[in-house]
């Protein structure tokens, strides 16, 4: 079935060890999105790629980087990660419009739990 | 700045009844508003999608309401079941932006 995965559910690293979350969808969507979501809290919108165009939210912190290789591949990268940023990492796509706003319903990955010792 | 805001945090019901969920927003300059589920450690499954010109959308047992210009929506949920024990999440699209802004969620639990 076409889906979002993601890659691993869980992961553990050491406090300030870089670490990559992977996702892939065989939706062909042209957008892609990372959330973070922490317990009991609403997901938070870190960036997004339209296409190739990398549209990063004011407020995501510069520890966070994606990268987009193709349509299909998108990756998260915690360049040094703090206690603070435990949390669920959740993947989404959609179908992008030309008519900004009009988004499709958006599709969720299971998410990648990560975890800083 | 959008604020979506969901009450109640948590609702425990018996099967059977007949429930509504309720979610509100700041700015009624939305694009749309989606309905989500989340089950215990895992990812985000959409429920319903209503475009800013509609009033409603129906899928099953569930039913969602959207009132632009107060700012509400609601997600109306037939004859609950165990299986519907799960958080339901909103969201709405903001105009301007290809994003969601998504409120806490509700903690929905059925019990048998």
């Known amino acids: 079935d076409a889906m979002v995965i993601q890659n691993p559910r869980y992961q553990v690293t050491q406090f300030g060890k870089p670490v990559t979350l992977s996702c892939s969808q065989t939706?062909?969507?042209?957008?892609m999105y990372w959330y973070q979501q922490k317990s009991s809290q609403a997901p938070k919108l870190l960036f997004h790629?339209?296409?190739?165009?990398?549209?990063n939210e004011a407020d995501t912190p510069d520890n966070f980087q994606s990268r987009r290789p193709n349509t299909s591949f998108c990756f998260l990268d915690i360049r040094s990660p703090g206690l603070g940023d435990a949390a669920m990492y959740l993947c989404?796509?959609?179908?992008?419009?030309?008519?900004?706003?009009?988004?499709?319903?958006?599709?969720f990955g299971d998410g990648t739990r990560l975890s800083i010792l | 700045k959008q604020e979506v805001t969901q009450i109640p945090a948590a609702l425990s019901v018996p099967e059977g009844e007949n429930l509504v969920l309720n979610c509100s927003f700041t700015?009624?300059?939305?694009?749309?508003l989606q309905w989500f589920r989340q089950d215990p450690g895992k990812g985000l499954t959409s429920l319903l999608l209503?475009?800013?010109?509609?009033r409603e959308q129906t899928s099953g047992r569930l039913n969602a309401s959207l009132d632009k210009s107060s700012g509400r929506s609601t997600l109306y949920i037939a004859a609950s079941q165990p299986g519907d024990s799960a958080t339901y999440l909103c969201?709405?699209?903001?105009?301007?932006?290809?994003?969601?802004?998504f409120g806490q969620g509700t903690r929905l639990t059925i019990n048998p």
């Open positions: 969201a709405v699209t903001v105009q301007g932006a290809q994003k969601l802004v």
């Open positions: 700015d009624s300059a939305i694009y749309n």
């Open positions: 989404a796509t959609s179908r992008g419009t030309a008519q900004v706003g009009r988004l499709q319903p958006q599709h």
């Open positions: 939706l062909n969507h042209n957008v």
């Open positions: 790629y339209y296409d190739k165009d990398f549209n």
């Open positions: 209503i475009q800013s010109s509609q």
